[in-house]
């Protein structure tokens, strides 16, 4: 087993020498002179250059008992090399063998496995990577051009809690995290992006009006999330996405929460106020970094008083125009107002106890954390590993007790959670793209 250390420093080399670190390039042609007699052009008016400071949680070592978890999840897997969530009609099935592979259970697993740093060409696990991408690369690959799903498979536990488009969005996220990791010159290259594509495309399609894809499932609000997601992790990749998409994306899931005071809707969310609450704390991090990083500049570049705060008034005197100053400066309310209740039992506790959907959400907002940045992010992640340790099953997997019971599923999720500061620099990425979003 390789150390965390090592493991950190081979997923970052990797993710400098496939370019998820840069931003897009940009002609350093110089100008043409103008002819004689021609005027000038007036200059345009351009906002102040986003530097995202490079400030994130060191990765930590992987505890014995998150490795447990690992080492399950692998030996979970099938020879295909997929995963199974599981039939909504049979949940009591509790051994991962005897359940359907399925598109989205397999990517959120295969995920875990990239977030601990295991690739299709290096790790421990890397054989298990490998299975996984091919998995999922055909699964796209035999997939109708049409509609916005990738599977015929139907009644799953993911489908049925998240949504049906639950599939394209997973898979959508892992391809888009994977493509960087995988060299030009190997075969899977081409396949991968290629299946990228596809998935963008489909997903971009199905995207409602609102910026939601909430097409069905108990707590659709989840599904929407993933994808906002999946595009946030496609344009960090250096995939073209559609920018009006992915801000209406990440507006659907700002909107499920007051700015003021943090309080979530749960309309979309099964009636559960955690679901909407972390969807839209994922959904405003970018921004609220964005935001954060510009008046933190400034100030140190004396542009602000020391005593100025992140908010619309203080971005507007920066040059920021007032349309983009309220979304930023709002973001980051919101994102400080949620943050004020991350010690609310009654908000984490979700419904009432554990399924699939109270994991995810707390891995959405270990993911919030590190993009967003602050110095909350410690105390959250000694919170996370001392609350799913204590109700880890004793062969090292993790189980719903309503909705998402597949251990594979909850599983996964809890492990994403507790390894998502390894996953830094990568989620960075995001609120980098998103500045450079703002640049342009």
């Known amino acids: 087993m390789r150390t965390a250390t090592g493991v950190c420093a081979l997923v970052a080399a990797g993710l400098l020498a496939w ?107 890397q054989r298990a990577v490998k299975l996984a991408t091919l998995y999922l690369v055909k699964a796209v690959e035999t ?55 596809k998935c963008l495309k489909k997903l971009q399609i199905a995207q409602n009006e609102d910026g939601s894809w909430t097409a069905g499932g108990w707590a659709p609000v989840l599904q929407s999330s993933l994808s906002c997601s999946a595009l946030e992790l496609a344009q960090a990749a250096g995939k073209d996405v559609d920018k009006q998409k992915l801000q209406a994306a990440r507006q659907y899931q700002k909107s499920n929460v007051s700015a003021a005071t943090g309080a979530a809707s749960a309309t979309d969310a099964a009636g559960v106020e955690l679901y909407s609450f972390a969807g839209a704390q994922r959904g405003n991090a970018a921004e609220a970094r964005v935001a954060d990083d510009l008046v933190k500049n400034a100030k140190a570049e004396g542009k602000l008083s020391p005593d100025a705060e992140v908010s619309e008034e203080s971005l507007q005197k920066l040059g920021i125009s007032q349309d983009r100053a309220r979304t930023l400066g709002g973001a980051a309310m919101q994102n400080s107002a949620q943050i004020a209740r991350l010690d609310d039992e009654n908000l984490l506790a979700g419904f009432g106890n554990n399924g699939g ?82 640049m342009k």
Request: net charge negative.
């Open 19 to 125: 370019g998820i670190y840069s931003s897009p390039q940009r002609s350093t042609a110089a100008n043409p002179e103008p002819e004689a007699g021609a005027q000038a052009s007036p200059a345009k008016e351009v906002a102040p250059a986003t530097k995202i400071a490079d400030e994130a949680p060191k990765p930590g070592e992987i505890r014995p008992f998150v490795h447990k978890g690992l080492s399950w999840l692998v030996e979970a897997q099938h020879p295909d090399g997929g995963w199974g969530g599981g039939s909504h009609a049979n949940q009591q099935e509790r051994d991962p063998h005897k359940v359907q592979t399925d598109p989205a259970t397999t990517a959120f697993s295969a995920l875990t496995l990239l977030r601990a740093g295991h690739t299709p060409v290096s790790g421990d696990y």
């Open 143 to 197: 997939s109708s051009d049409d509609g916005p799903k990738i599977t015929e498979i139907t009644g799953t536990q993911p489908q049925s809690k998240l949504g049906p488009l639950v599939d394209t969005s997973m898979t959508a996220q892992f391809l888009a995290r994977v493509f960087p990791l995988v060299p030009k010159e190997n075969e899977l290259h081409k396949r991968v992006d290629a299946a990228l594509e």
């Open 357 to 438: 959907e109270e994991f995810l959400s707390y891995l959405l907002t270990s993911e919030s954390m590190v993009i967003a940045g602050g110095e909350n992010w410690s105390k959250w992640n000694d919170k996370m590993h001392v609350r799913l340790e204590k109700i880890q099953n004793s062969d090292g997997s993790w189980s719903g007790h309503h909705c998402i019971t597949s251990p594979v599923f909850c599983t996964a999720a809890v492990l994403q959670c507790l390894t998502t500061d390894r996953d830094a620099p990568v989620l960075l990425a995001i609120a980098k793209a998103a500045a450079e979003t703002e």
